[in-house]
């Protein structure tokens, strides 16, 4: 009898129902703003431009170099698209830049604090 007692007791930690006492592992999607437009977003498109420009590079050179098209660089740089870590490697190879020191960079960047706002199109 003791066994089915303690069955009865068994807390779903990852699936907490209504009203149980238990919680979720992970904090929900409400923590996590999107990155579009956002400072930090806004300082890692300013240290890549600058990246670009300190290597004399110009958009469509590295576009050529990523074998993407122009507008690529162009809407990444605008702040009009996102783009994952494989780009960011490829996009600081292409640059002839340490991506893991340029992303120290963006690191270092949000610790001193918000970049200035990017103008709204």
């Given at each position: 009898?003791?066994?089915?007692?303690?069955t009865q007791i068994i807390q779903f930690?990852?699936?907490p129902t209504s009203g149980s006492n238990c919680s979720p592992r992970f904090p929900g999607p409400a923590v996590m703003q999107k990155s579009l437009r956002s400072a930090e977003h806004a300082r890692l498109i300013e240290l890549l431009v600058a990246a670009r420009q300190k290597a004399g590079i110009r958009q469509h050179a590295l576009a050529r170099k990523l074998a993407r098209p122009q507008s690529f660089i162009a809407k990444y740089?605008?702040?009009?698209?996102r783009i994952d870590i494989v780009?960011?490697?490829?996009?600081?190879?292409?640059?002839?830049?340490?991506?893991?020191?340029l992303f120290r960079e963006v690191l270092s960047a949000k610790a001193r604090g918000p970049a200035p706002k990017q103008p709204t199109r």
């Open positions: 009898m003791a066994a089915a007692t303690d930690w990852d699936n740089e605008g702040g009009e698209r780009e960011f490697i490829a996009i600081a190879q292409a640059l002839g830049v340490d991506p893991v020191k």
